[in-house]
Nanobody
Framework: QVQLVESGGGLVQPGGSLRLSCAASGSIFSIYVMGWYRQAPGKQRDLVATITSGGNTNYEDSVKGRFTISKDNAKNTVYLQMNSLKSADTAVYYC???????????????WGKGTLVTVSS
C-alpha cells in the first residue's frame, strides 16, 4: 500500500513562515506528480502548487512569489515552503500524488490526511 504523510503545520503569525513536508511510502514504482491542495473552513479544496517528476512547477495565483514547492526524489518527499503568510492562507493543507504502485502500469491518485495551518496574531 501507498501512504502520504504530511507534517509541519501549526500556528504562525501573519508575515511568518512555515515549511510543510509530505513523504510517500509503500510499494512505489514511480511518482508522476506531487502537490498540495488546501481547504479553508466552509470552502472547497483548491490547488496550491504542483511539481512534476521533471521538476516543472505550477502555482495558484495568490501564492506565487510567497510559496515554493520542491521535492527530494530519493526520499519521495515533497515540500511546501510558505513565506509571508496571511490570514487568508489559513486552511487544512493536503498532500497529493499521482503514483504508479509496484506491479501496476497506471498511476493512481493518493491523498494525505491533511495538516492544519493557522495564520493568526
Amino acid at each position: 500500500q501507498v501512504q502520504l504523510v504530511e507534517s509541519g503545520g501549526g500556528l504562525v503569525q501573519p508575515g511568518g513562515s512555515l515549511r510543510l513536508s509530505c513523504a510517500a511510502s509503500g510499494s512505489i514504482f514511480s511518482i508522476y506528480v506531487m502537490g498540495w491542495y488546501r481547504q479553508a473552513p466552509g470552502k472547497q479544496r483548491d490547488l496550491v502548487a504542483t511539481i512534476t517528476s521533471g521538476g516543472n512547477t505550477n502555482y495558484e495565483d495568490s501564492v506565487k512569489g510567497r510559496f515554493t514547492i520542491s521535492k527530494d526524489n530519493a526520499k519521495n518527499t515533497v515540500y511546501l515552503q510558505m513565506n509571508s503568510l496571511k490570514s487568508a492562507d489559513t486552511a487544512v493543507y493536503y498532500c497529493t500524488a499521482q503514483i504508479v504502485p509496484t506491479g501496476r502500469r497506471d498511476g493512481m491518485d493518493y491523498w494525505g490526511k491533511g495538516t492544519l495551518v493557522t495564520v493568526s496574531s
